[in-house]
C-alpha cells in the first residue's frame, strides 16, 4: 500500500532533525563560550530569511568506515540569506557534529555555495570552527582543502569574501581565509599553522593555544586578522556592519545612504586638533571624525601597524576608503607592516569601487637595519603597486607633512591621484628643513663666524622657500591649498565630481605587484 | 548591537540596544547593568516613535528627529546620545554658521562683518510669526560672513551668519 | 436676530464665533486669504470668501465690500486685527452692517489712552503714573522730558495699542531711544499708527481683567475677575477665574470700579476692564479692551455663560438675559494659552507641520483651536495654537484637573509650550496663590525638574532606542548619477 503524503512529510522531517545537534551538544558548544553554528546563521541574517541548502548531504566515510550515518549536513551549513536586505551567502561550520571536521562533503557544500555566490554576485561569509580535516577521509579531505583554496582565489576580487573564526582554525584550513578579504576573530578563537604539541616537539617551545595564535595575537602580532571581537555576538554584529560599506560585487557600487550629516558643515576645529609644529603629535582618527558623516569611522586592522590607519566612512552618504598616517604612532612614518596593511586596502578599496581618501602626514620610511632586513624596499613597493593599479577616484589632503618618498608613494599626482589638497601649513619637500641644511649647506654652516646662527639662518630659508604646499601648487601637483574648516566641503565636492571616473588599464593578463 | 552613552536632565546612563531592531516585537535593552524588554510603536524612524512600552510601562512620546529633547507625560526632557564607538565628539555648539531656524524677515541686524560676539549675544532679530526674535549666537568668535541685510525675506535653513 | 454673519477673523476665534453662530442658527461666512484656504474656520463656516488683498484681514474697505455682497446683516470682528479699529466699526455701521461689538462711538472714547486714563482719574479712580501727552518717535526732546518726569522703569505703549504689542517695559534711560524706536516701528505695523505714551510700571504687580456686558437698553453686568499674571511679552499665557489672592472686599471693590468705568464710557456689549494691583493691594485702572478677549472662556467656564452668543444677542439689540444676581461665580477655571514655540530656546516660533495632534477630554475640559492633525501652522500669524481650559469645583481640582489635561495632551511634529505650563503647574508658589507678573521670568529656567530615577531610565532607553531606530532608517538607495551610461561602462572590466 502506498504511503500517505503524511508520512513522507514525516521522514523528511526526521532526517532534517538529524541535521541539527543533540542538546548535550549544543550545551558543551555553549560551555565553551561558543554559540553553535545554527545560532550563529539566525544571527548572522535579518530574522527569517535564511534558506538553507544541502541540509540532506552525507558524509562520505561511510563508504570507507562500513559505519552508518548518523548526521545529515556533514558538519557545515550552506545557504543564503539577506542581511540588511541584501543576499549574502554563507558557510559555517557545525562543531556539533562530527568536530565541524572537514570530510569532502563538507568541502563540496562549502565550494559549491561559494560557486552560487560567485554566480549570483553575492557576497561570501565563511564561518570556521572545525577541528580540521576529517582523518577518516584522508585524501579526499585533503584535496577538499585544495579545492576550497581554488574557490577563494577565483572569487577573488569579484565578491567580497569574508572569514569568521569563531573556534579553532588549525593546519591547512587556516589558507581559505588566508586568501578571502576580511578575516575576523573572536578572543576565543585561534589559527595556526601547527599546534602547540607540534611547535612542541620540534622547537622544544612552550607555547599556549592563545598565545601562539588567539584572536588578539593574529589581531596586534602578524595581521592576519582584521577584526577582533569580544564574543560571537559581537563579532557578526561587526561583520553585519562591514556589509554596510561594501558593494555586492566588483560591478555594484557600494551602499550609498542619504546622509544625516550636512554636506556644508564647516569644522573649525581641526585647527586645534592638528598642531602646526611638525613634532607634536596627535591622533588622526579625531580628524576622520571631524571630516566625515556623523563622525562614524569603521577601522579595518585597527590594533595592527598602528602608524597607519585604514577603514571605511561616509561622505555626504557616499562610502570611501580612508588611509591616514597616524602622527602619534612612530610619528607617523611608514615601515612594513604599514606598507603591507595600506596595500592590502588599497586593492580591496579598488576592486569593490570604494573611492580611496588620503590623510597624509608623514615624515617618510622608517629607518633601520630592521626594516632594510625586513624588505622594506619591495613592501613599499606594494603601496606604490596599489596605488598606482587603483582605478577608483583617488582624493588626497595633506594635514601638515609629506616628505621624500612617503609623498610620491602616497597618492601623489604621478600616481595619477585624482584631486589632491594641502592645508596652508603643509610641508612638502624632499626633506624636512634641519636634514636638508644639514645636506646642502654642510661646509657653509661649519665654516661660518657663527655656526648655529647660520644654521638656523639658513633652516628659515628652507622653510620659506621649498617647506610649504605654495611650491608643489605652482606646479600642478596639488589642486589646491584649503583652508583647515573647509576640508569636508572640498572633499565632498571633489567626491561627487570624481565618482564616475572612468580609467582603463593597458591589457594585460594580470600585473606582478611585488612581494 | 549599539553601544550608547544618554544624557537624560543632566544624569548619564550606559545603554546597550542589544537586539536588532528587525528581530522582533520585544526588543532587549540594557540600561545600567539591567535588561528592560521594551516594544516600541514603530522602528521604521524616529517621528514614528508614538509610544514605547517598557517592562510594562506605557509611555507616550514624542522625540526630537535630532535626538536633542523627549517629551513625555511630565514634559520635555533634554537628551544627549553619545556613540560608544564614536570616541570623538564634536563640539555641540555647531560649525559656526547659523542659519535661519524658521522663515521669516530681517528686521534688525546686531553685528557687522569683523565683529567679536560672545556665546548668547543677539545676532539678528528675524521677525515670524508677528513675533520679533532675536537669534542669538551659538558660539564666542568673530563674524566671519554676514550673507542678510534689514529687510530680507530668509527661507527655512539659510546661511545668516558665520562665526569662527 | 440676524440672519448672516460675516466673520472678519481667522483661527481659533473665528472656530468659536462659527460655532456660537451654528448654536443660534445664524449663516456664517469665513473669510480667508490664500494662505489659510485649509483652514478650520474655513470648512466649518456656511460659506466663505477669499479676502484678496495685500492687507489680508486688516483690509477695512474690502471686508465691508465682502459683507455687502455676501448679504450679510452683521460682522464679528473676534480679537485682533480689526476688533478695536474704530474706522473699521464706522465703516460698517455707514454700509449699515452691524458691528458685533461697542458702537463706533463709545470705540471713539478709548482711542486716545492717554484722554481715557484722564477720564477715569477725573471720576476718582487710580491710575497708574503716565505720561500727560504722546509723542512720535522722532520727538525726542519731548518723550526725554517725559520720561524724566514719570521715572524709570516705565512702560512704553502705543496709543492705540492692546493685546501687549507694541509695548516696551524700560529700565535704564539709555535703553529709551531704542526702545522707543522699536516699539513705534511695531506700533506703525500692528497698529498703523506710532503715536507712544509712558506709564509707570507697576512693580510686583497683578494683572486682574473684569469681564463686562452691557446692552443697549442700559443693563450692565460684571461677570467676575479673571487673574491674568503670568505673561510673557505682555501676552497673558495662563489665566484663571476667580484671581486667588483677593480678599471678598477687595474683590468687591474690584468689581465695583469695573462697572463706575463701564457706566462713564456708557459701555455697550462685551467688554473687559483692566486693572493692576501692586503689592500693596491697590488697584490701578489701566483700560478698557472693547472686544472679546483671548481668556474669555474662562468666565464662560467659571459662569456658565456663553460671551459670543451675548455679543451677537446684544448687537441685534436683544435685552440681556439676566441681572447680576443671577451671576454666580461657581468653583475655579484656568486657562493656558498654547503657542506654537520653543520655551527653551528662547521662545522662538515654531510654525509646521501637525503631525499628531489629540486634545485632552473627560469632564470640564475645553479646548478651543483650530489646529488639527495634519494641519500646517502658518508662519504669517500669531503662534496661538490652542487655548486649553478647565473647570473644578475648588481650585485644587482645578490645576489636577489642568495636569491631567496637559498630560493628555499630544502634539508632535512642532515645539510648544505646553511642557512650560507642566512646570508652572508644579510650582508650589503658583499653587498657593502667590504669584505676579514677575512669577514666569523667576521661575522658569532656574531649576532643573526633580524628576525620579526610574523615569529618567526609561528616557535613556526611549532614547537609545531612537538613535538606533534613526541609524537604521538610514537605507541604501540607488543614486540616479550611478544610473547613467558613463558610469555603467565605467564598471565594464578588461576581457
Known sequence: MAKSMDEYIQHLRSLRAEAYGSAKDVETQHRKGRLTARERVDMLFDANTFTEIDTLVLPRFETYMGGKSSRHGDGVITGFGLINGRHVFVAAQDATVMGGSLGEMHANKIVKAMKMALTYGCPFIAINDSGGARIQEGVDSLGGYARLFDANCEASGVIPQISVIMGPCAGGAVYSPALTDFVFMTENSYMFITGPDVVKAVMQEEVSQEQLGGGLVHSQESGVSHFLAKDDRECLALVRELLRYIPSNNQNDPPYVPPLDDPDRRCPELEQIVPTDPNKPYEVREVIASIFDDGRFFEVHQLWAENLVVGFARLNGWVVGIVANQPRVLAGTIDIKASIKAAHFIRMCDAFNIPIITLQDVPGFLPGTAQEYGGIIRNGARMIYAYSEATVPKLMLILRKSYGGAYCVMSSKGLRGDLLYAWPNAEIAVMGAAGAVNILFRREVTSAPDPEARRLELVDDYEQKFNNPYVAASRGLIDDVIEPRDSRRVLIAALEVTLLKRERHVAKKHGLSPA | MTLVTVTVDGKKFQVDVTSSLADSDDLSVVCTGQLRRVSVSSTDSVEKIEWVVIDGRPYEVVVDPNLRWIKVYDGLHNIEVQDRSISFARPASGDGRVKAPIPGLVVRLCVETGDEVEVGEPLLVLEAMKMQNEILAPRSGRITELNVSEGDSVKLGDLLVEIS | ?495
Request: aromatic share 8%.
Open chain 3, 1 to 495: 436676530m440676524f440672519k448672516k454673519i460675516l466673520i472678519a477673523n481667522r483661527g481659533e476665534i473665528a472656530v468659536r464665533a462659527v460655532r456660537a453662530c451654528r448654536d443660534l442658527d445664524i449663516w456664517t461666512v469665513a473669510l480667508f486669504d490664500a494662505s489659510d484656504r485649509d483652514s478650520l474656520h474655513v470648512r466649518l463656516a456656511d460659506e466663505c470668501v477669499q479676502i484678496t488683498s495685500p492687507l489680508g484681514y486688516l483690509d477695512v474697505q474690502q471686508i465691508v465690500e465682502l459683507a455687502l455682497k455676501t448679504e450679510a446683516d452683521a460682522v464679528y470682528p473676534g480679537y485682533g486685527f480689526l476688533a478695536e479699529r474704530e474706522d473699521f466699526a464706522a465703516a460698517c455701521e455707514a454700509a449699515g452692517i452691524v458691528f458685533i461689538g461697542p458702537p463706533s462711538s463709545v470705540m471713539a472714547a478709548f482711542s486716545n489712552k492717554i484722554d481715557m486714563l484722564e477720564a477715569v482719574a477725573a471720576a476718582g479712580l487710580a491710575t497708574p503714573v503716565h505720561s500727560s501727552v504722546s509723542f512720535r518717535p522722532g520727538e525726542e526732546d519731548i518723550y526725554q522730558a517725559e520720561a524724566g518726569d514719570i521715572g524709570y522703569p516705565l512702560v512704553i505703549k502705543s496709543c492705540n495699542g492692546g493685546r501687549g504689542l507694541a509695548s516696551r517695559i524700560i529700565y535704564r534711560p539709555e535703553d529709551l531711544q531704542r526702545g522707543v524706536r522699536e516699539a513705534a516701528a511695531e506700533s506703525q505695523m500692528v497698529f498703523g499708527s506710532d503715536q507712544l505714551y509712558f506709564e509707570r510700571m507697576v512693580r510686583h504687580a497683578s494683572f486682574l481683567d473684569v469681564q463686562v456686558l452691557g446692552d443697549q437698553h442700559g443693563n450692565l453686568v460684571h461677570l467676575g475677575e479673571r487673574d491674568g499674571s503670568i505673561q510673557r511679552n505682555n501676552q497673558k499665557l495662563l489665566t484663571e477665574a476667580p484671581a486667588p489672592g483677593l480678599t471678598a472686599a477687595q474683590r468687591m471693590r474690584l468689581h465695583e470700579m469695573a462697572l463706575q468705568v463701564a457706566r462713564l464710557f456708557n459701555y455697550v456689549n462685551a467688554g473687559t476692564v483692566e486693572f493692576l494691583m501692586d503689592d500693596a493691594g491697590q488697584f490701578y485702572f489701566t483700560e478698557v479692551k472693547c472686544r472679546i478677549q483671548v481668556e474669555h472662556p474662562v468666565t464662560e467656564m467659571a459662569t456658565r455663560r456663553d460671551l459670543v452668543r451675548e455679543q451677537i444677542r446684544i448687537a441685534a439689540g436683544e435685552r440681556l438675559g439676566f441681572v447680576q444676581e443671577d451671576v454666580r461665580i461657581r468653583g475655579a477655571a484656568m486657562q493656558c494659552r498654547i503657542n506654537a514655540e520653543d520655551p527653551w530656546n528662547n521662545f522662538l516660533p515654531s510654525p509646521g507641520f501637525l503631525r499628531r495632534f489629540r486634545l485632552p477630554g473627560g469632564p470640564y475640559v475645553r479646548v478651543d483651536t483650530y489646529a488639527y492633525s495634519g494641519c500646517t501652522v502658518s508662519a504669517r500669524y500669531d503662534p496661538m495654537l490652542a487655548k486649553l481650559v478647565v473647570w473644578g469645583e475648588t481650585r485644587e481640582d482645578c490645576i489636577q484637573r489642568m495636569r491631567r489635561a496637559l498630560q493628555d495632551f499630544a502634539i508632535a511634529g512642532i515645539q510648544t509650550n505646553l511642557p512650560l505650563f507642566q512646570r508652572i503647574l508644579d510650582d508650589p508658589r503658583f499653587i498657593e496663590g502667590r504669584y505676579d507678573t514677575a512669577f514666569l521670568r523667576r521661575t522658569l529656567f532656574d531649576d532643573q525638574l526633580q524628576t525620579d530615577e526610574g523615569l529618567l531610565q526609561d528616557l535613556a532607553v526611549i532614547a537609545a532606542l531612537a538613535y538606533q531606530v534613526r541609524l537604521q532608517s538610514q537605507q541604501p538607495v540607488t543614486p540616479e548619477r550611478l544610473l547613467q551610461g558613463w558610469h555603467r561602462s565605467s564598471r565594464q572590466l578588461p576581457g
